[in-house]
């Protein structure tokens, strides 16, 4: 739980500038009037302007990239069925990456086919965040939401209740019957803000010089930075050392990074998986580090994730050893087929996922990575 913490506190790091580009500065609280609702597609579901005053709206923010948003889509989707004429459950796709000079307009298309792929898990109302990004800024941001994905249920027009979608079920129920003390709820929220607002702070400060040292590119100086936060707070160390791995593999030595590596996981400090997953994303390493990092997992019929696989099937095929990528793509298929039909891994596979699977098996089988 801590290391999962301190991953979220760099990861929102590393990420600020680019999510709170051109951010509203305007505060919004329990009880406000909600903002205005702004996209640049209405994917699914009757369109509306404005919030009806006689109906309660729950606005859930996801991204495509978010396990924990795709994870709460089915139970959104009962959710809605449940309280069908009653609630209108609108998901709102906000933060998808795109370049400083395009609009987010250009996230459309690979969000209209994400929904379209997972139609069945995602039975209620969905819009695109507009061109400016308003409903991330105006809503999450201002009310001081920095991940996703959160939730906000509206009643005559005004925010009652901001939150983990995992709430709702408590929630809902209470809104819907005016049994919901919003003002008490204000309270504590608040209360938990401050206290979050303070350690987010106070650890964020103790990342700053290493995100500086790192934009600088002095990278003797972040990593001593680094090793002396994890002697300091073992609670970092992990996460430390994987920021240490993945610069080294990307902007210092990647013989180096192999040689970490390899200690790293003898010493138990970061696992096979965790270097196998950030590996199989660069393009253009050695054959012999791709080959490394998929042989760790040697045995492909004990991999029971079909991510793993599917990451030991792309460092194979970039070593240009496609008989070994056949086999383990054709693994991680086979897992997938069996979560889907199981629901053993919903949102994290989906129908995309497997189609996605099978097209890189037909690329292998034709000798080519990608």
Known sequence: MIYKRILLIVSISTLFINITSGQNTNKLDVGDTAPEIRFSKWIKGAQFQTFDPQKVYVMEFWATWCGPCKAAMPHLTELQKQYHGKVTFVGVNVWEKVQKD??????VPAVEKFVKANDTNMGYTVI??????????????????????????????????????????????????????SK????????????????????????????????????????????????????????????????LLTEVDENKAIEFAKKSIISDDLSSAI????????????????????????????????????AVATCYAKANHFE???????????????ALNESTMAGTVTKDTLDEYKNKLEVYKQGKSK
Request: net charge negative; hydrophobic share 45%.
């Open 102 to 107: 395009e609009s987010y307009e250009t996230v």
């Open 128 to 181: 695109v965040d507009d061109k400016e990004q308003y409903m991330g800024n105006n809503w999450l941001k201002a009310a001081g939401q920095n991940g996703i994905p959160a939730s906000f249920v509206v009643k005559d027009g005004r925010i009652v209740w901001v939150g983990h979608p995992s709430g709702l079920d408590s929630i809902v129920p209470k809104v819907l019957d005016g049994s919901f003390d």
């Open 275 to 310: 270097i196998l997953g950030e590996i199989y994303k660069v393009d253009g390493l050695a054959s012999a580090t791709y080959l490394w990092a998929a042989d760790n997992f040697d045995d492909i019929e004990k991999i029971t994730n079909p991510l793993v696989a599917d």
């Open 184 to 247: 008490a709820f204000k309270i504590e929220a608040d209360k938990a803000a401050q206290k979050e607002r303070e350690f987010m702070e106070a650890q964020m400060a103790l990342f700053n010089p290493i995100q500086e040292a790192l934009l600088a590119k002095d990278f003797e100086k972040a990593f001593v930075l680094m090793d002396k936060l994890a002697a300091d707070k073992p609670d970092f160390k992990k996460i430390m050392d994987l920021t240490k791995f993945k610069t």
């Open 324 to 338: 070994k990528a056949i086999k383990s793509q054709t693994k991680a298929i086979e897992i997938a087929e069996n």
